[in-house]
T-cell receptor, first 115, second 113 residues
Framework: AQSVTQPDIHITVSEGASLELRCNYSYGATPYLFWYVQSPGQGLQLLLKYFSGDTLVQGIKGFEAEFKRSQSSFNLRKPSVHWSDAAEYFCAVGKVSGGYNKLIFGAGTRLAVHP | NAGVTQTPKFRVLKTGQSMTLLCAQDMNHEYMYWYRQDPGMGLRLIHYSVGEGTTAKGEVPDGYNVSRLKKQNFLLGLESAAPSQTSVYFC????????????FGEGSRLTVL
């Protein structure tokens, strides 16, 4: 069965430090992969997506993610974190079913940023 | 520039009561979804719709019903609320199923006592 694992429930970094959020997936075919961000009290917003091609994808707000098929991973990175990046981050894998792309979400990683 | 709007944003129910959550989108999206978000479990799909007049079950449909009478609206109903349905509910819509890019509302927090 398709699944997404985000091993880190909480991560705390200092402002200006680099960030990497881990995501591992289980999927039987080439996956569609996504990272969403949820700010407090808000809905989810798409950060970036991978369908095919270049395995390093760029997203909004200075985020990037790298697809590694051999490791079944799609880790999210940012070189320098800003206080406004404090939020919860969700990795998701797309499942094609009847032409409709359903998303299976990981449990999320909550990011705290120290000044 | 409303996007996806959910009403109400907060609601407290007693066990056995019924209620309806309304989702409205103004982006002319074909697909609409209802998710629930619980701590440590991410988002789980309750029901979805691929067009006006059509609905389908998601991952956790029991205890919920939905209707899509108009393209822009997707209603989620609880006929007899249970404490296990205490959650934050998110509506989302998407333009084309294959891209997977969902646009989310701000959520509706439901507490069942």
């Amino acid at each position: 069965a398709q699944s997404v694992t985000q091993p880190d429930i909480h991560i705390t970094v200092s402002e200006g430090a680099s960030l990497e959020l881990r995501c591992n997936y289980s999927y039987g075919a080439t996956p569609y992969l996504f990272w969403y961000v949820q700010s407090p009290g808000q809905g989810l917003q798409l950060l970036l997506k991978y369908f095919s091609g270049d395995t390093l994808v760029q997203g909004i707000k200075g985020f990037e993610a790298e697809f590694k098929r051999s490791q079944s991973s799609f880790n999210l990175r940012k070189p320098s974190v800003h206080w406004s990046d404090a939020a919860e981050y969700f990795c998701a894998v797309g499942k094609v079913s009847g032409g409709y792309n359903k998303l299976i979400f990981g449990a999320g990683t909550r990011l705290a940023v120290h000044p | 520039n409303a996007g996806v709007t959910q009403t109400p944003k907060f609601r407290v129910l007693k066990t056995g009561q019924s209620m309806t959550l309304l989702c409205a989108q103004d982006m002319n999206h074909e697909y609409m979804y209802w998710y629930r978000q619980d701590p440590g479990m991410g988002l789980r799909l309750i029901h979805y719709s691929v067009g006006e007049g059509t609905t389908a079950k998601g991952e956790v449909p029991d205890g919920y019903n939905v209707s899509r009478l108009k393209k822009q609206n997707f209603l989620l109903g609880l006929e007899s609320a249970a404490p296990s349905q205490t959650s934050v509910y998110f509506c989302a819509s998407s333009l084309a199923g294959r891209t997977g890019e969902l646009f989310f509302g701000e959520g509706s927090r439901l507490t069942v006592l």
